[in-house]
């Protein structure tokens, strides 16, 4: 039990009406019996307060959390007490999880319920727990509170954000993914796969004319082929110690898993298989899958994924990959490599490129371009350019000699990576 601002008003009024009595007599007795008078309250409204019910609290999950995207809680109290009940409530959050409207204030109807909805935004994968809710009972006189929980524990998780894969999938349902930036290349006479008959069409190759449909038609007509299908894409994300850091206020390592997911989605309406390795510090690995509907495999696989303080050893990675994989597919390493990363990364991605064709994905910090954007105005900031160009420039060396080793590469920013990924996929795919 703790008591409210209430009691400590009246004690202060107790205290300047005992000065006021010290000073007239014929206020002392009105003090008194004023002390008497709230002393009485005072331990009534306690007694009271200990006899009150606790409210049942039911809370209502969303079927999944999105990391960094609000989602809609809902909270249920029921009071069985046949007085009105003034509580505060403040949900069992996790740790990770922040609300604006928490924690929440009002009164329950006598024998009745009241229900709550506010938003939480968690910003960490995984399984994450709700507590049991925290409640502050008011007594009736509202001069003391009493402090209780009620409700279960509940789990649920939290998935890499999935709404560029919601955004692409409204896209594709109307053919207008050109409008988030993918263009799916499909060059003629470079498909492997034949799709359908059609008539012939001025350009057309003659090597694509079927000349015994066109025998039987008396007009022309030309084979049509679409990219093939059924190849296998790996996507090989690093779980080491640099993809701790933060970028925009999301650790780089989110930033990767949100493109995967994208080129997940993507792959798998192209009707290829799909399959995931960790590197550095996480050793698992989900065997290649196949169909849109893999996608629910997928993010129950990605959505506790973690990085760990250990380095990132590409060579340990490239041969267990080379185990795993060894029928050739398209692999794509996330990560953000630096000019030191030279002598360790080259080697291993040489191996992979032996039977696999390969493309490494390179997270650009935004805060480093920002750097570059700024003028120098005095001698420190002057050599913090200079340290940033230096960086920079040993980079693009590193990528360049992957580049003449046969590895693609994409070097983008955090929130222009999906895109481009995607883009890189679909550049790649006839060369598997």
């Known amino acids: ?35 008497a008078v709230c002393i009485v309250a005072l331990i009534a409204d306690m007694v009271a307060a200990r006899l009150l019910s606790v409210p049942v ?13 609000e989602q809609m809680v809902s909270l249920t109290l029921r009071h069985s007490g046949s007085m009105p009940l003034h509580v505060c409530c403040y949900d069992g959050l996790p740790e990770e999880a922040t609300s604006k409207e928490m924690p929440w204030v009002g009164s329950l109807p006598a024998r009745g319920y009241i229900k709550v909805e506010y938003p ?40 890499p954000n999935y709404e560029p894969v919601l955004r692409y999938a409204l896209l594709a349902m109307a053919n207008q993914t050109e409008q988030m930036g993918i263009v799916k290349k499909n060059r003629a006479g470079m498909s492997r796969e034949f799709h359908q008959l059609r008539d012939y069409q001025l350009g057309d190759m003659l090597s694509h004319i079927d000349w015994k449909a066109t025998s039987k038609r008396l007009l022309l007509i030309s084979r049509d082929y679409q990219e093939q299908r059924d190849q296998t894409v790996i996507l090989a994300v690093d779980c080491g110690r640099r993809m701790r850091a933060h970028d925009g206020g999301v650790p780089q390592f989110d930033h990767c898993l949100n493109a ?105 910090e935004a805060s480093v371009m920002e750097r570059m954007k700024n003028p120098a105005t005095s001698l420190d900031d002057a050599l913090e350019v200079g340290a940033t160009a230096i960086y920079l420039e040993e980079r693009e060396r590193v990528l360049g000699e992957l580049r003449a080793h046969g590895v693609y590469t994409v070097d983008s920013l955090a929130e222009e990576l999906p895109i481009a990924l995607a883009n890189a996929y679909l550049g790649a795919r006839e060369m598997v």
């Open 1 to 35: 039990m703790q008591p409210t601002q209430h009691v400590i008003r009246i004690a202060i009024l107790w205290v300047v009406l005992g000065f006021g009595a010290g000073l007239w007599s014929p206020l002392e007795s009105f003090w008194l019996w004023g002390g």
């Open 120 to 159: 939480v935004m968690i910003k960490e994968r995984g399984m994450k727990k709700f507590t049991p809710a925290h409640l502050r009972i008011f007594s009736p006189l509202r001069l003391w509170t009493r402090k209780c929980r009620s409700g279960e524990t509940q789990s649920t998780r939290v998935y």
């Open 57 to 69: 609290v039911e809370r209502a999950l969303p079927g999944r959390f999105a990391s960094g995207v």
């Open 260 to 364: 995967m997911l994208l080129l997940a989605y993507t792959a798998l309406r192209q009707g290829d298989h799909v399959g995931i390795i960790g590197v550095g510090g996480s050793d698992r690995w989900l065997a290649p899958v196949k169909g849109v509907q893999s996608m629910t495999t997928i993010l129950n696989h990605l959505y506790d994924y973690q990085t760990s303080t250990a380095p990132s050893d590409f060579s340990e990675a490239a041969q267990r990959l080379m185990t795993l994989q060894r029928r050739r597919a398209l692999v794509i390493f996330l990560s953000n490599v630096r000019g030191e990363d030279g002598h360790q990364l080259v080697a291993p991605m040489r191996m992979i490129r032996q039977r696999h064709v390969t493309i490494l994905a390179n997270l650009r």
